[in-house]
């Protein structure tokens, strides 16, 4: 074994010799080492030689260096040679070089503080690593997450990620980001936001306890563990919070260069505020507690805006403001006190001002009595037996109680705080798992060590222990999975050390008890530790000191002060002050130092106890030590880390300078030793550090096996052939299950003899390379020298055979020769010239003649072209003329019939309202005239009635004298008569008074009726003045407007003519000609009809106007005479008081009467609308009439006609809307014609009844007065005659209604006339075609084949209309059928993918024929849920959604094509044009259509992208797609064993294009549009290439350039793909541009600054940050390629530096193109469909 390990110290190799400065510095051999040398030759990096010493007897070597292709790898223990100088350099390597910031070793992730942003945290990073094995990425802190996340959701067992390091490493960020990817990744169900709440944690926890010290400008000054709760379905449901000794000397002392904790300066740099004047805050320099460091600011820090989170993170955790402002009032407090000044008194005493202003705020600000603060602050209280004494103090004691005092309430306070956090954090819910999170301080060594260095030293022991016995464990496990021999690796145990400071009689137990003792000192307690522990090897005493000891860590030995540890140990407050606290009036710090009840703390830890027992203490806070406190929480650490699975994060602090990138290898390598990277390294060395899997060593290996050893079939076996072959020494390796292993070197051994190999083929290429090239140089020389010798040689040879004479004839032949060619040349040339100028001149002037001719023509063309065109311009203007003044003609005669007809209708309620009101006046009239007469009866009556009075009394005369007699004896009688006709009479004008007050009333509410009755004449008498003034106004204008039409009918009339004469050009061409011009005369005649009775109506109107208007003046003076016939005397006579009775029901009636008619107007309107409407129709039919005679030319004619036809059929759907329309109106008329006769005869109701009250009440008064009651008698018929003419009204009002159902009627008949005319026309249109298709089938027969036998033809298309038809209870059942029901199988749906779309579309076209809005309401929402419940219920079947996305956007591009705008009517043919919808306007519905078929799209990618994505990154970077070309690099990287799944299915390219072509057959054999495909293929590629991209950015092993030449392989066989099926156009290729650059930089040269520009040039695509990425984590695959320098990466980011790009590093693989559906016109014929029977749709029937 010595023997193998010499043969690698040969020449070349390197190895590491030790350095003062760099710790070790590399050193190459310069002549092999045999057995006996007593030196190893070296050459030094800066030149020098060196010889190293070496004791032949014992040789001890210096380490070997690893391989320049094993440096740099992401796990330590991958490295051949395990010791300290390849792990040191190997961390700088990837630190300085690469600029990667963690590292593996084993189980450790090893972060190295960059004191720079990097860009390696966004969500992009955290979704790259969720669901990764560890070891497969780049070591991050998130894939430490992920494997504690992976493991608590597979093990269901709770986890626990340790991350520690020393004060400035980087621990709380870490920390942060851990749980930040907890919180991405889990996110939780509820609406509480606890990961939010979680991660808002860390501001307020780093605000109270973190601080700036000289090696951390935010340092964690307490120990934390963060325990995030899960729930089954493993989402955060809560947190819980834990920490660790707090450093609460920092609140009263800070040295030189740190701060105080984070929150006070919080506070000052917020002391203006409003909230915070009562606190009476000042500067952070005018406080002692915050000054003493000096700097009170941190460069790049902003405090101010850091209370402001700290404020918010509190709210966002549900402190209120109450407790925040609790809160801030302590920590004044404790800066109040502070400045409080204790001065000097006599002797040993000392006293403080009451009048001291901040000991006032303090004891304000906490509401405690000033006098006793003042008394306790300089006094103490001593019990004695008998008595109790108030001894005073001097002022060090007081100052010392003064800030044991501000420790205490700041200790209390962030207890405090943490449980309100603790309890923010709680959600209801049960814990499923958790994982714990331990921010904890590192392994500590100062100049000036004490109790709390001590602590910490202590904590990081047991850690050590419990991190040696879990690397020890999963080692064992490892080896016992593989199947190799457990062998007991001997590895440090510091039991040792954690028995010499926690056993009985160990160095707290000496502690504690010392501090029972009240004249402890620390001197008495080192004086027993020196007692005590002398013997134990572990402990020393220093030789210059006798106030400190020395304790031999794990890690380093640190020496002690014993100055402090038994003050800080019992941490002394008097208990006086704590009374004082106690009795605040605040509550809040009153409940800091309530007396609480020890518990003992129940844990398998080992208890510290007291060696013997101890004197009991007078205080009671020292009751509890802290260091029994901190061993009581670290033993419950211990057992939560053991009771879960640990993941180490060890964080290393490069420099003390906080520079960026910069590395001290002293100040590492003394981290390394201290956090346990290096005991792993040594406890990995031990045993086999280099694993590989039997692939990849057949793969890196492969070189070195010999012809009969390469057997593909049996991989494994061939590998244990070539090992045994190439190792002699079997322990050297072992072989497992599934991988091998090899000691340390071996590795390196391996790639020596690979090296060698390839060297030695490398120099067998060049050997004959420059053989081959040195023989085609000979080949080329000689034959140069041949042809030289052969010209030379037949030089030498004309030499000797020519003579002089022979010269001299050739020269004087030659001479004649030259002077007659000379001479024959120019001859020829002279006939050559003559005859070419002859040529030019005759062809000159015929090219000119016949330019004068052509211009001559174009002359007189360009005359006739003006002429022509001027008078087809002028010929289309006075066609457009006619037109235009046809339409204006039109419409003006439309809109003045309205006028006119409107006016005739206010005419004739005119005349019916004031022939209404003359009949009424002229009854009136009559009815006095009958009054009169009936009085003049009375008179004469009366008279009468005197005259026998006087004749009654002459004879009365006569007969006194023969009554006188009886006279007195009557008298008594006659008295007793008289008084009974006194009583009588008196009776009866009791009961006349009465009778006349009840009449005198009912005259005074009649007066009031007739004051109402005035005015509303009055008002009507003015309105009807104004409407005469109007009506005569609007018959002037009417007399102008019938002048202006004349003048236009006769132009019409001229137009019509012009039209008559191209009908009769027309009719020698189209048999449809003259049922058209009888239309057109139909029409003319209706027209001339029109016009003869608007004139005729316009006369009555104007005779009738002149009658009323007279009629109506006399009426109104007449009525004015009547009603100005008011009594003046109270005395009012009965007939007076019933004719004003009489008046008053008239007024009621006239204004009933008057309410009648405003409602039959209104009826006479809507009817006048309705008539309007069908003559607007009857235009409607003429203009389209008009229009069709616009064309000369024949066959433009005949194609106008259809499509006249075809628009006058489109008018079919509105005229039955418009009868719809009137039929509705109809019922609503009828409706309120009921309405209107109901109120009618409940008004005659109650007239009668109010009557008959009347009459009643007049007959009972009046019975007495016969007379009278035979006037009301006649009153009471005339009125019974009144009630009658009011009926027989409302039956004139019944046979107007009937009148006015008639003339609906026949305006329904003219409607279904017109309807059939149209049907008509459209039958007519049908019979052309199926003429014109006829002959055209016989053309085609006649003139392609006679020899097709005749067959049966099957019905033409043409009979159908493209329809189905189905009934409304069938909707369910079509919508279950076609949508729900329907799988994308069977013959129908593969022969016509797209079948649903159409017959959904044909239902809707047949609803939209019936202008059923409800029934197409229904339809569209039956069909838009049924889609949306299909996506839903299949999200993860592809071939669902591509159906059904294909089938959705046919849909909509049948509604789009056939809705009629003509922008999708473009390319349809005429027969789809005919078909589009008519009635309704679907464009809501195809907007909901269209966003269901986008969540639908990206419901498909999001199917495809979950199939594709597994096999992208192996299929485009793993697999190797270049046979012969290895991109495999040695790694051996020992993954975690539960990371390790199964070997599933191995992705290769082709696994990938298999895949796309899957997803491309699926979608084609849907019948999807290849606008989509080409969008849904971009979104593939786009996917491909982000995912690879981002891979290679995370992954540093897959940037070499042969990964390079494998990426742009695989992106050449993509695009031959898209190739192949024709995709080029979908510009996907476009979306690997960036992979494609990628691929491009790992592959081009990278020395030069012309290499540095090129790379600027070409990498566009790629943002700086990408491209620093690869040049720094570009990796060699073998020696002879070279890392990329920092120079050069330097010299590409300056010439990046200006370009405008993102700063991400991760191209965001979620990202969506924005999808469209361009619309894309069907030629399939709607009525050529046929619903298979297969569909199961038999109550559809085709109309």
């Known amino acids: 074994m010595k023997m193998a390990v010499f043969e690698l110290y040969t020449e070349y190799n390197r190895v590491w010799i030790p350095d003062t400065d760099q710790v070790w510095q590399s050193a190459e051999i310069r002549r092999d080492f045999n057995f006996g040398d007593k030196v190893l030759k070296l050459l030094l990096e800066d030149g020098t030689e060196y010889n190293h010493p070496v004791d032949p007897s014992k040789p001890q070597l210096p380490p070997l260096r690893n391989p320049d292709i094993l440096v740099g790898e992401n796990d330590l223990t991958a490295l051949s040679y395990l010791h300290e100088p390849a792990v040191l350099h190997n961390l700088k390597v990837r630190f300085m070089e690469s600029r990667i910031i963690y590292t593996y070793c084993g189980i450790i992730l090893v972060a190295v503080n960059p004191y720079?942003?990097?860009?390696?945290?966004?969500?992009?990073?955290?979704?790259?690593?969720?669901?990764?094995n560890m070891g497969d990425m780049d070591p991050h802190i998130f894939a430490v997450a992920e494997?504690?996340?992976?493991?608590?959701?597979?093990?269901?067992?709770?986890?626990?990620?340790?991350?520690?390091?020393?004060?400035?490493?980087?621990?709380?960020?870490?920390?942060?980001?851990?749980?930040?990817?907890?919180?991405?990744?889990?996110?939780?169900?509820?609406?509480?936001?606890?990961?939010?709440?979680?991660?808002?944690?860390?501001?307020?926890?780093?605000?109270?306890?973190?601080?700036?010290?000289?090696?951390?400008?935010?340092?964690?000054?307490?120990?934390?563990?963060?325990?995030?709760?899960?729930?089954?379905?493993?989402?955060?449901?809560?947190?819980?919070?834990?920490?660790?000794?707090?450093?609460?000397?920092?609140?009263?002392?800070?040295?030189?260069?740190?701060?105080?904790?984070?929150?006070?300066?919080?506070?000052?740099?917020?002391?203006?505020?409003?909230?915070?004047?009562?606190?009476?805050?000042?500067?952070?320099?005018?406080?002692q507690y915050t000054c003493m460091g000096g700097d009170i600011t941190i460069e790049g820090v902003d405090d101010k805006k850091d209370m402001e989170e700290t404020r918010r993170t509190f709210s966002l955790l549900g402190l209120k403001e109450d407790f925040q402002a609790d809160v801030f009032k302590v920590l004044a407090a404790i800066l109040h006190l502070g400045n409080v000044e204790i001065k000097n008194s006599r002797g040993d005493k000392s006293s403080v001002s009451l009048s001291d202003p901040h000991l006032a705020v303090f004891c304000e600000l906490l509401a405690v009595s000033t006098e006793e603060m003042v008394l306790w602050l300089c006094h103490r209280r001593i019990v004695l037996v008998a008595e109790t004494v108030v001894k005073p103090v001097p002022k060090e004691k007081a100052v010392n109680a003064r800030d044991a005092l501000a420790k205490q309430i700041y200790a209390h306070l962030f207890d405090c705080v943490i449980n309100r956090i603790n309890t923010a954090l709680k959600v209801p819910g049960k814990q499923h798992a958790f994982i714990g999170v331990l921010d904890i301080y590192g392994f500590e060594t100062f100049d000036i060590n004490s109790f709390e260095q001590f602590c910490i030293n202590y904590a990081n022991e047991k850690l050590q222990q419990q991190f040696n016995l879990h690397v020890f464990k999963l080692e064992q496990e490892e080896y016992m999975r593989e199947g190799i021999p457990w062998t007991l690796i001997d590895f440090y145990d510091n039991q040792p050390v954690i028995d010499l400071i926690e056993a009985k009689l160990g160095i707290l137990d000496l502690l504690d008890e010392e501090c029972l003792f009240p004249q402890g000192t620390d001197q008495s307690w080192l004086q027993k530790l020196f007692n005590y522990l002398m013997s134990n090897p572990l402990f020393e005493k220093p030789r210059l000191s006798n106030e400190a000891f020395v304790i031999q860590h794990f890690a380093d030995k640190v020496e002690y002060q014993c100055r402090g540890f038994l003050e800080k140990n019992r941490d002394t407050l008097y208990e006086e002050l704590v009374d004082t606290m106690r009795t605040s009036k605040f509550p809040f710090l009153a409940n800091f130092f309530q007396e609480e009840e020890l518990h003992a703390v129940n844990s398998k830890g080992v208890r510290v106890r007291p060696a013997r027992p101890g004197v009991k203490a007078a205080n009671k806070q020292l009751r509890s030590s802290v260091g029994d406190k901190f061993c009581s929480s670290l033993s419950l650490l211990m057992e939560t880390l053991n009771a879960t699975t640990p993941h180490y994060v060890r964080c290393i602090k490069p420099n003390d300078e906080k520079l960026a990138f910069e590395y001290d290898s002293r100040r590492v390598v003394q981290q390394l030793r201290a956090c346990g990277v290096l005991e792993t390294i040594r406890i990995s060395a031990q045993s086999y550090p280099s694993r590989w899997t039997y692939n990849e060593f057949y793969s890196r290996y492969s070189i070195l096996m010999l012809h009969l050893e390469a057997d593909l079939s049996d991989k494994k076996q061939t590998c244990k052939n070539v090992l045994q072959r190439l190792i002699q020494d079997p322990n050297q390796y072992k072989f497992g299950r599934t991988k091998i292993f090899f000691r340390a070197g071996q590795v390196a051994y391996l790639e020596k003899l690979r090296l060698d190999r390839l060297r030695g083929a490398c120099v067998t290429i060049q050997k004959h390379v420059r053989g081959w090239s040195q023989r085609r140089k000979y080949l080329r020389m000689r034959e140069a020298a041949v042809i030289l010798q052969q010209y030379v040689r037949g030089q030498r040879t004309i030499r000797k055979t020519v003579t002089a004479a022979t010269l001299k004839q050739g020269w004087a032949t030659l001479v004649i020769q030259r002077h007659w060619r000379g001479y024959r040349m120019r001859q020829i040339y002279k006939v050559v010239c003559l005859a070419s100028i002859t040529i030019q001149a005759f062809t000159r002037g015929w090219m000119a003649r016949k330019q004068y001719k052509k211009m001559m023509k174009e002359h007189k063309a360009l005359i006739l072209q003006k002429y022509a065109r001027a008078w087809l311009a002028r010929r289309r203007f006075q066609t457009m003329r006619r037109l235009v003044l046809n339409v204006q003609l039109s419409y003006r005669v439309q809109q003045l019939r309205k006028k006119i007809e409107e006016q005739s209708k206010e005419n004739c309620g005119l005349v019916e309202r004031l022939t209404t009101l003359a009949t009424s006046h002229s009854q009136t009239v009559d009815k006095l005239r009958g009054l009169e007469v009936n009085l003049e009866k009375t008179t004469h009556l009366k008279a009468s009635v005197e005259a026998r009075e006087k004749k009654a009394k002459e004879e009365a005369g006569v007969a006194i004298t023969s009554l006188r007699k009886d006279l007195d004896a009557l008298k008594l009688e006659k008295e007793k008569l008289e008084k009974k006709f006194e009583a009588s009479t008196n009776e009866a004008k009791e009961n006349f008074e009465q009778l006349k007050s009840?009449?005198?009333?009912?005259?005074?509410?009649?007066?009031?009726?007739?004051?109402?009755?005035?005015?509303?004449?009055?008002?009507?008498?003015?309105?009807?003045?104004?409407?005469?003034?109007?009506?005569?106004?609007?018959?002037?204008?009417?007399?102008?407007?019938?002048?202006?039409?004349?003048?236009?009918?006769?132009?019409?009339?001229?137009?019509?003519?012009?039209?008559?004469?191209?009908?009769?050009?027309?009719?020698?061409?189209?048999?449809?000609?003259?049922e058209l011009r009888r239309d057109l005369n139909n029409l003319q005649n209706q027209r001339n009809n029109i016009d003869r009775k608007m004139r005729q109506q316009s006369e009555q109107a104007r005779v009738r106007m002149t009658d009323i208007t007279r009629q109506l003046l006399g009426g109104v003076v007449e009525q004015e005479v009547l009603l100005g016939l008011s009594p003046d005397s109270s005395e009012i006579s009965e007939v007076e008081d019933m004719v004003a009775a009489f008046e008053g029901l008239q007024k009621a009636t006239r204004i009933l009467e008057t309410h009648q008619k405003e409602q039959k107007e209104k009826y006479e309107t809507q009817a006048e609308g309705f008539k309007l409407k069908m003559e607007h129709l009857q235009n409607e039919n003429s203009k389209l009439q008009n229009l069709f005679q616009e064309k000369s030319n024949v066959n433009e004619n005949i194609r106008l006609e259809v499509s006249r036809l075809s628009s006058e059929n489109s008018i079919i759907p509105e005229l039955k809307l418009q009868i719809s329309d009137l039929q509705r109106q109809k019922q609503e008329v009828e409706a309120h014609v009921e309405e209107q006769k109901k109120e009618l005869d409940e008004k005659t109701d109650e007239i009668s009844n109010v009557l008959q009250k009347k009459i009643q009440e007049e007959s009972s008064q009046c019975r007495h007065f016969e007379e009278k009651a035979q006037v009301l008698e006649e009153q009471k018929r005339e009125l019974q005659e009144q009630a009658e003419e009011l009926e027989e009204e409302n039956d004139h009002f019944k046979r107007q209604h009937q009148m006015e159902s008639e003339a609906k009627s026949k305006m329904r008949?003219?409607?279904?006339?017109?309807?059939?005319?149209?049907?008509?026309?459209?039958?007519?249109?049908?019979?052309?075609?199926?003429?014109?298709?006829?002959?055209q089938s016989q053309m085609k027969s006649l003139e392609t084949s006679h020899r097709a036998k005749p067959t049966s033809a099957p019905a033409s298309p043409k009979d159908f209309l493209g329809m189905l038809e189905y009934k409304r209870e069938d909707e369910p059942r079509l919508i279950q059928n076609i949508i729900q029901d329907l799988k994308p199988r069977g013959v129908a749906i593969n022969m016509f993918p797209t079948l649903p779309a159409y017959i959904l579309f044909m239902c809707v076209r047949h609803v939209d024929y019936l202008n059923d809005d409800a029934k197409l309401k229904s339809l569209m929402n039956g069909i838009i849920g049924g889609v949306k419940k299909v996506i839903l219920s299949f999200q993860k079947d592809l071939d669902l959604l591509s159906f059904w996305l294909s089938n959705t956007y046919q849909l909509l591009n049948c509604l789009k094509q056939y809705s009629g705008e003509e922008e999708f009517m473009k390319q349809s043919t005429p027969r789809q044009k005919k078909n589009c919808l008519q009635n309704f306007d679907l464009s809501e519905h195809r907007q909901i259509l269209s966003d269901l078929a986008i969540h639908n799209y990206h419901q498909f990618i999001t199917v495809m992208e979950k199939s594709l994505t597994p096999a992208i990154v192996p299929g485009m970077l793993e697999h190797e797609s270049l046979q012969g070309i290895s991109s495999m690099k040695p790694t051996g990287v020992r993954k975690r064993s539960n990371s390790i799944y199964e070997d599933s299915e191995t992705f290769t390219i082709s696994s990938i294009i298999q895949q796309l072509s899957a997803f491309l057959n699926t979608m084609t054999q849907h019948g999807m549009e290849q606008g989509l495909i080409r969008q849904v293929v971009k979104q593939l590629f786009f996917l491909v290439g982000a995912n690879t991209l981002n891979n290679i950015m995370l992954r540093k092993d897959m940037c070499s350039c042969r990964k390079g030449m494998q990426i742009r392989c695989n992106i050449s066989y993509l695009e031959e793909w898209l190739k192949e099926k024709e995709m080029q156009s979908s510009h996907a290729i476009d979306t690997l541009k960036p992979l494609s650059q990628a691929a491009w930089l790992l592959q081009v040269k990278k020395i030069t600054d012309d290499d540095a520009k090129e790379i600027a040039e070409n990498c566009t695509e790629l943002n700086t940050v990408q491209i620093v990425k690869i040049l720094n984590s570009y990796t060699p695959i073998d020696d002879f390629e070279k890392r990329v320098s920092s120079s050069f990466v330097r010299k590409v980011q300056s010439l990046l530096h200006d370009r405008d790009s993102s700063s991400q590093l991760m191209l965001d693989s979620d990202y969506r193109f924005q999808v469209t559906f361009p619309f894309c016109p069907s030629s399939q014929a709607l009525e050529m469909l046929q619903v298979p029977s297969s569909l199961h749709l038999d109550f559809l029937s085709r109309i």
């Open 998 to 1074: 009840s009449l005198l009333e009912e005259k005074e509410y009649e007066a009031r009726l007739r004051k109402v009755a005035e005015n509303n004449s009055e008002i009507q008498k003015q309105d009807h003045e104004y409407e005469v003034e109007t009506l005569k106004e609007e018959l002037k204008r009417l007399k102008e407007d019938r002048v202006s039409l004349q003048r236009k009918i006769e132009e019409a009339e001229q137009v019509n003519s012009d039209l008559q004469e191209q009908v009769i050009r027309l009719t020698k061409h189209v048999k449809v000609i003259p």
């Open 147 to 287: 494997e504690a996340y992976k493991q608590m959701a597979r093990n269901h067992k709770n986890q626990s990620i340790i991350v520690s390091g020393e004060s400035g490493a980087g621990k709380t960020v870490s920390a942060r980001y851990a749980m930040r990817y907890f919180a991405v990744v889990s996110k939780s169900g509820s609406k509480t936001r606890v990961e939010d709440k979680v991660l808002a944690s860390n501001p307020i926890t780093e605000a109270i306890g973190n601080a700036k010290t000289t090696r951390n400008d935010n340092s964690s000054r307490f120990g934390k563990y963060t325990e995030i709760s899960f729930d089954k379905k493993f989402r955060i449901i809560g947190a819980n919070m834990r920490t660790y000794l707090l450093e609460k000397s920092r609140v009263v002392f800070q040295a030189d260069d740190e701060r105080n904790y984070h929150i006070f300066y919080q506070m000052c740099s917020c002391a203006h505020l409003p909230e915070f004047k009562s606190l009476r805050l000042m500067s952070a320099e005018k406080f």
């Open 1309 to 1335: 008949q003219e409607i279904s006339r017109l309807t059939m005319e149209n049907m008509d026309y459209e039958e007519q249109l049908d019979h052309k075609d199926r003429l014109i298709k006829k002959l």
């Open 116 to 132: 720079k942003q990097l860009h390696i945290y966004g969500d992009a990073i955290i979704h790259a690593y969720s669901g990764q």
